[in-house]
């Protein structure tokens, strides 16, 4: 379940222009695992769920900078 809602107010801008149009990519990490015999791929299977890293980046829609949020802007 996310963090915010859709139309809640998220108090955060972007680091370059100030704008408050961007997109918010949250970042997970899964694997995916290989089962070799005798030199030779014989599964492959992946994670069954994805862990958050708590790193989380914007993209401003204006202005098109990147960045990483220090601290996480969806947090009630």
């Not at 290989?34 to 202005?63: F, M, N, P, W």
Request: net charge positive; glycine share 10%; with cysteine.
């Amino acid at each position: 379940m996310p963090a915010k809602n859709i139309g809640e107010r998220i108090d955060a801008r972007c680091t370059r222009c100030g704008a408050r149009n961007m997109q918010i990519s949250e970042e997970f990490i899964g694997s995916g695992n290989y089962e070799v015999q005798a030199g030779k791929v014989i599964a492959v299977t992946s994670a069954d769920s994805l862990k958050a890293t708590g790193r989380l980046y914007g993209h401003c829609r204006q202005c098109g900078h990147d960045w990483v949020f220090r601290k996480n802007p969806l947090a009630s």
